[in-house]
Nanobody, 123 residues
């Protein structure tokens, strides 16, 4: 059983920064890459970023490249998402999850999701 607890969200003005944290436990976390997803009101959840188990490779959706940085601390079972130059369109609930590459896309492993953390960017 995997447990995921996201934190660090909040309200920020456009151009500002936030750092999200994901505390994960369970065998799945150490067996798969980890990713961040987000879901804006009225939209489907979308993949945002992935970091491999070792942290040696990272991947981003085009809309956040150059602005967001994913990192991990395996000793602490933590994954982070540093978000800079935030835009109103980044407003969403952000989730972390173990991920796998399936059908040419990063998708969650299993159907479990944490509570997420709300990020609101004002213009």
């Amino acid at each position: 059983q995997v447990q995921l607890v996201e934190s660090g969200g909040g309200l920020v003005q456009a151009g500002g920064s936030l750092r999200l944290s994901c505390a994960a436990s369970g065998r799945t976390f150490s067996s798969y890459p980890t990713g961040w997803f987000r879901q804006a009101p009225g939209k489907e959840r979308e993949w945002v970023a992935t970091i491999t188990i070792s942290g040696g490779a990272t991947y981003y959706v085009d809309s956040v490249k150059g602005r967001f940085t994913i990192s991990r601390d395996n000793a602490k079972n933590m994954v982070y998402l540093q978000m800079n130059s935030l835009k109103p369109e980044d407003t969403a609930v952000y989730y972390c999850n173990a991920v796998q590459w399936v059908a040419a896309a990063w998708g969650p492993v299993g159907g479990y999701w944490g509570q997420g953390t709300q990020v609101t960017v004002s213009s």
